[in-house]
């Protein structure tokens, strides 16, 4: 059983959350686009690489593909009070 042991030992535990990143999306010849998407991820580095990966896999036969991340945060650290107003109209 200590064989066992020594291999978790070696592995370290990571946890992916849901992080809501906010962008705009700039193709050539396409006027920009203002988009919201959730990605599963254990630190921002995969963060990026995950949303990278999505964008690429969206426009395959895009050339270049700017991005300008408004807003990237884990989805439990999202107040949902803060997406209503105060009509109670509901704004992701």
Known sequence: MDDMDDVVDGYEMTVAVEWMVEYILEVRGSPPVRSVTIIDAADIDQV?????????????????????????????????????????????
């Open 48 to 92: 990026r690489n995950e949303l990278h990966r999505e964008l690429t896999t969206l426009y395959p036969d895009a050339g270049r593909i700017d991005v300008t991340v408004i807003r990237m945060s884990t989805v439990s650290s999202i107040d949902s009070q803060s997406m209503f107003e105060e009509d109670g109209l509901f704004h992701p």
